[in-house]
C-alpha cells in the first residue's frame, strides 16, 4: 500500500473520530446547559414559595396575638369576621334579609324580594332588580373597604416591627428544605438573609462561603414598603458536582471513543514502521547482495585463473592470486560476522566478555591501522589521546569494532570536494572516558540524525550510490555502548561533517 493511500485513509477516518468527539461535546455541553436551566428554575421557584409562606406566616402570628390582646374588643373581632365572609352575606328584614343572596343572584317574581325592598304594585320586576343590584353592590363595597382596612391594619403594623422579629429562621430554614426536597434538589444549602440596606441580619450556623459566588437571592416581604424589605441569599457548594453529574453518563462514551482513536493511531504508526522496516530490509538485502558479490567475483576469477592450464603461472601471480583470494576472504568474512552479530545482539545471545583495557591503548593501534586507508583516500588522520585515567571494563573486540565502524563511516560518507580529515580523541570528564570522532564529511540532515542508529536505516545520498551497506554499523555500535553502561550521541550539519560522543564508565 502506497503512502499516499495509507495517508487519506487515515485523515478520514481521524477526520471522522475528530467529529465524533466534537459531536458527544455538544451533546454534553447542551445536557449540562438545561440541567443548569431546570435547577435555576426550580431553586427560584422553591425561593419564591418560601418567600409566599414567610408573609402568610408573618400575617397569621399577627392576627393570632392580636385575638390575645385585651384591647381587641367586640367589634373589632365582629369586622374581622365580616372580612372574612367573603361576598357571600344575608340580607334580613329591618337588620337582615331572610335569604341569602350573591352578587349574580336575579328576581325573576315579586316574591323573591326582600321584606325591607318590597315594591308597589305598579313597579316593575326590571326596576325591583336594578335596585336589588345596587343595594347587593354597596353592601359589597361595604364589606370590601373593611377588609382592605382590617389588612392594611395588619401589614402596617406587621411591618413596622423590627426585621429580625418579623422573621422566624428556623421556620424559614424548614419551608426551605422542604420546598427544595419536594422539588427534587436534595442538595446541602447554606442561606443568609440582608435587609434592605445590605446588612447581614442572619446566617445559618453551618455557613459556608464555598460555591458563594453563584448564590440565588429571593427578595422577602415584597408588598412592604422598599425600605420594609428583606433578602434571602441561598447557595449550594455542591452545585457544579450535582450539574455535572448527567456529564458523567457520558464519560464512558467519551472514553471508548478515545481508546479506539488510540487504538487506531497505534495500528497507523504499526503500519507506517512496517512499511519502512520492510522497506529498510529490501534495501539491506540489495546492499548485502551487492557487497557480497564484489569478493565473491573477486574470489572467483582468482579461482579461474589458476584453474585455467592455458595460463602460465609464475610465482608472482600465484602470490598475487592468493592474496586476493585471502583478502576478498577476509571481507566476506567482515560482512558476515557484522550481521551475525547484529542478529546476536538483537536476540540477546551475544558474547560478551569484558575485562580491564587501557582504552588510549586499543584507540592507538585501530588508528595505525586505518591510517593507510585514509591517505589512499586523500585524507589525514589525528589522534588527541589526552584522557589521564583511560581505564575501562569493556569487551576488547567489541570495542576495536566499535571504532573501527565509527571511522570507515567517515570514510565512505567524506567530500568529493575537499581532502577527508578525519579527528579521534579522548579526554576525561568526572569519572567517564569521553570518546570523540569527528569529520568534516557531508554531514546528516536534521530529520535523519534522529534515526541513524536505527537497523538497516541508511541515509539519503541523492544521486550517490558509491556508499555500500547494510545500515548496521551504527545500530551496533550503540548497542555496544550500551552493553557496556555507556552513552552515544551524533552531532552534524549538512557540508560541514558529523561528530559523534561516546561516554563509558571509567574503573572506580
Known amino acids: 500500500m502506497k503512502r499516499t493511500t495509507i495517508g487519506i485513509i487515515s485523515f478520514i477516518i481521524g477526520a471522522s473520530f475528530f467529529g465524533l468527539l466534537f459531536l458527544q461535546g455538544r451533546i454534553i455541553e447542551s445536557m449540562v446547559k438545561m440541567r443548569k436551566e431546570q435547577f435555576n428554575e426550580t431553586v427560584f421557584r422553591a425561593l419564591d414559595q418560601t418567600s409566599r409562606d414567610m408573609e402568610r406566616n408573618e400575617t397569621f402570628r399577627y392576627l393570632e396575638s392580636m385575638a390575645r390582646q385585651s384591647d381587641f ?31 349574580n343572584t336575579k328576581i325573576t317574581h315579586p316574591s323573591q324580594m326582600p321584606k325591607s325592598l318590597t315594591l308597589s ?20 363595597l361595604y364589606q370590601k373597604g373593611v377588609l382592605d382596612e382590617v389588612i392594611y391594619t395588619i401589614l402596617y403594623n406587621a411591618s413596622d416591627k423590627d426585621f429580625r422579629e418579623r422573621i422566624d429562621f428556623r421556620l424559614l430554614d424548614r419551608n426551605l428544605r422542604n420546598e427544595l ?3 427534587g434538589i436534595n442538595l446541602v444549602y447554606h442561606f443568609s438573609v440582608y435587609d434592605t440596606d445590605g446588612r447581614e441580619v442572619y446566617r445559618c450556623a453551618d455557613y459556608s462561603e464555598e460555591g458563594e459566588s ?7 416581604f415584597r408588598n412592604d414598603p422598599s425600605q420594609k424589605m428583606g433578602l434571602l441569599r441561598v447557595h449550594f457548594p455542591e452545585m457544579d458536582s450535582y450539574i455535572l453529574g448527567v456529564a458523567r453518563k457520558m464519560i464512558p462514551v467519551l472514553i471508548f471513543t478515545v481508546l479506539l482513536f488510540v487504538t487506531f493511531c497505534f495500528t497507523v504508526w504499526l503500519i ?6 520492510t522497506e529498510m530490509k529490501n534495501d539491506f538485502i540489495n546492499n548485502m547482495t551487492h557487497e557480497f558479490k564484489t569478493p565473491i567475483s573477486s574470489i572467483s576469477l582468482a579461482a579461474q585463473m589458476l584453474g585455467d592450464k592455458s595460463i602460465a ?4 601471480m600465484l602470490d598475487n592470486l592468493s592474496t586476493v583470494i ?3 576472504t577476509k571481507r566476506l568474512r567482515y560482512q558476515v560476522e557484522k550481521v551475525l552479530q547484529m542478529s546476536l545482539y538483537e536476540k540477546g545471545n551475544i558474547r560478551f566478555n569484558e575485562r580491564e583495557v587501557d582504552a588510549n591503548v586499543i584507540i592507538d593501534d585501530v588508528v595505525k591501522t586505518f591510517q593507510l586507508k585514509v591517505r589512499q583516500n586523500g585524507g589525514t588522520l589525528n589522534a588527541q589521546l589526552d584522557a589521564e585515567d583511560a581505564a575501562i571494563y569493556v569487551d576488547e573486540m567489541h570495542f576495536t569494532n566499535l571504532i573501527f565502524n565509527l571511522m570507515d563511516n567517515a570514510v565512505k560518507y567524506r567530500r568529493d570536494d575537499e581532502p577527508l580529515q578525519l579527528t579521534i580523541s579522548t579526554r576525561n570528564q568526572g569519572m567517564k572516558l569521553v570518546i ?9 540532515r536534521h530529520e535523519d540524525l534522529k534515526h541513524i542508529f536505527e537497523r538497516f536505516y541508511r541515509v539519503h545520498t541523492g544521486n550517490k550510490h558509491d556508499v555500500k551497506g547494510f545500515g548496521l554499523g551504527l545500530a551496533y555500535v550503540k548497542g555496544m555502548v550500551e552493553l557496556m553502561h555507556g552513552t552515544i550521541k551524533a552531532e552534524s550539519e549538512i557540508g560541514q561533517g558529523t561528530k559523534f560522543t561516546i561516554m563509558l564508565p571509567l574503573i572506580d
Do not use: C, H, M, W
Open 73 to 103: 374588643d367586640a367589634s373589632n373581632l365582629q369586622r374581622v369576621q365580616d372580612a372574612q365572609l367573603g361576598l357571600s352575606f344575608s340580607l334580613v328584614d329591618s337588620t337582615a334579609l331572610d335569604t341569602p343572596f350573591k352578587l
Open 121 to 140: 304594585p305598579t313597579s316593575s320586576l326590571d326596576a325591583a332588580n336594578q335596585r336589588f343590584q345596587d343595594f347587593v353592590k354597596n353592601a359589597y
Open 181 to 183: 426536597e419536594s422539588a
Open 214 to 220: 453563584d448564590s440565588y437571592t429571593q427578595t422577602l
Open 272 to 277: 507506517v514502521r512496517q512499511k519502512r522496516d
Open 313 to 316: 603461472k609464475s610465482d608472482a
Open 326 to 328: 585471502v583478502n576478498e
Open 436 to 444: 570523540t570522532v569527528e569529520d568534516n564529511g557531508v554531514g546528516i
